[in-house]
């Protein structure tokens, strides 16, 4: 990116290309070390969640065996009494824990990040720290009864606290700016296989049409050795050229069917980038007509005219060249200016110092310009 930032004016544009493929590149990783690193604390969350809950229910069952009496009560009450300040104590800690994740996530898991924020509101709703550390009194000095119902409130209310989480960790997927890095990795591959198809019709329609030449001209030849005029019959007439191809110059009946089939797989691919674009909100407009273009290739027609079949496949690779270009350049300085703006925190400095430098002298060139 240096080496970009600095030789912008002279280049070509081959080194600015290259990094910003580098930067995109860097982000889906950082987008993909995030994601994971999120989903590895939710599951944490979760686990606490469910840690506590268990703690409960045998909670629960101490409060049981509470009338008895003599030493051993004692002693079953003082060990109560522990369990109980060590819940509370987790519960405030799970709290901090949920507000810290969903405010991390807000920006690339906003689904996720608002289960989470409602998981740690609940804590404060249900005041559930204080009503754990109020029934250590209440275990004490209130009716076995009323302790009974106050202890199952404090479980339900951590039932609820778990299967918030629970939603959350399920909520946590792929962002937008992923979802589009993918699609466009795949209209590259797409762009790739149609540059490959074209290459073999040309390839095949040429070797077609210099075998047929050799078989006429090795004809004409045989025709002269037994006295036949060049060119011609017996009777001296032009001699028209056999096409054994039904219509198709250059192509036999199997290479169509084949490449017919070939198009058609190609053009199920750019229907499916399509249908994938058009739920991420992207304008499919150019889209629609490389599908179109490509189910003139899945029939006949096209194949009797090799420099028409030619153009067609050229229009359709450059216009998904085109279509892919236009929409990597968006992703890109969306990645980027994300980029600028997210915290110090999440980023190396260092990389949001390359970040800078590279996208200061693009603004300087285009001043200049």
């Known amino acids: 990116m240096r080496r970009a930032a600095a030789n912008s004016r002279n280049s070509t544009g081959s080194e600015g290309i290259s990094a910003l493929e580098s930067l995109k590149e860097a982000r889906r990783l950082l987008d993909q070390d995030r994601s994971a690193g999120l989903q590895r604390d939710v599951e944490d969350a979760a686990r606490r969640a469910q840690r506590l809950a268990q703690e409960q229910q045998d909670v629960m069952e101490d409060v049981e065996r509470l009338s008895q009496s003599?030493?051993?009560?004692?002693?079953?009450?003082?060990?109560?009494?522990?369990?109980?300040?060590?819940?509370?104590?987790?519960?405030?800690?799970?709290?901090a824990q949920l507000d810290r994740l969903a405010r991390a996530s807000r920006r690339e898991q906003r689904d996720a990040s608002r289960k989470l924020q409602e998981?740690?509101?609940?804590?404060?709703?249900?005041?559930?720290?204080?009503?754990?550390?109020?029934?250590?009194?209440?275990?004490?000095?209130?009716?076995?009864?009323?302790?009974r119902n106050f202890e199952e409130?404090?479980?339900?209310?951590?039932?609820?606290?778990?299967?918030?989480i629970e939603d959350a960790r399920s909520a946590i997927g792929e962002t937008k700016e992923q979802r589009l890095a993918r699609t466009l990795d795949d209209t590259r591959d797409l762009v790739r296989s149609l540059e490959s198809l074209e290459e073999r019709t040309q390839q095949q329609s040429g070797q077609e049409q210099q075998g047929e030449q050799q078989g006429q001209q090795q004809g004409e030849q045989g025709g002269e050795q037994q006295g036949q005029p060049a060119g011609g019959n017996r009777s001296g007439q032009p001699q028209e050229a056999t096409d054994t191809r039904d219509g198709f110059p250059g192509f036999n009946d199997g290479d169509v069917r084949q490449f017919r089939r070939e198009f058609g797989e190609r053009r199920e691919q750019a229907e499916r980038l399509r249908d994938q674009l058009r739920q991420e909100g992207v304008d499919t407009g150019e889209l629609d007509g490389i599908v179109e273009r490509l189910?003139?290739?899945?029939?006949?027609?096209?194949?009797?005219?090799?420099?028409?079949?030619?153009?067609?496949?050229?229009?359709?690779?450059?216009?998904?060249?085109?279509?892919?270009?236009?929409?990597?350049?968006?992703?890109?300085?969306?990645?980027?200016?994300?980029?600028?703006l997210t915290g110090s925190d999440e980023v190396p400095e260092g990389y949001r110092e390359l970040v800078e430098e590279y996208y200061k002298s693009l603004a300087e060139e285009g001043g200049g310009n």
């Open 119 to 147: 998981a740690a509101n609940q804590i404060r709703d249900d005041k559930l720290e204080d009503k754990i550390r109020y029934s250590r009194g209440v275990v004490q000095q209130r009716s076995p009864d009323y302790a």
């Open 295 to 340: 189910r003139q290739l899945e029939r006949d027609r096209p194949y009797g005219d090799p420099r028409g079949l030619a153009e067609l496949q050229a229009q359709v690779i450059q216009g998904l060249k085109e279509f892919e270009y236009v929409l990597r350049r968006e992703l890109g300085g969306a990645e980027a200016r994300e980029l600028l």
């Open 70 to 95: 003599g030493r051993a009560q004692r002693q079953r009450l003082d060990r109560l009494m522990e369990r109980k300040e060590d819940m509370a104590a987790e519960v405030a800690d799970l709290e």
């Open 153 to 164: 409130q404090i479980s339900s209310d951590i039932d609820e606290l778990r299967d918030k």
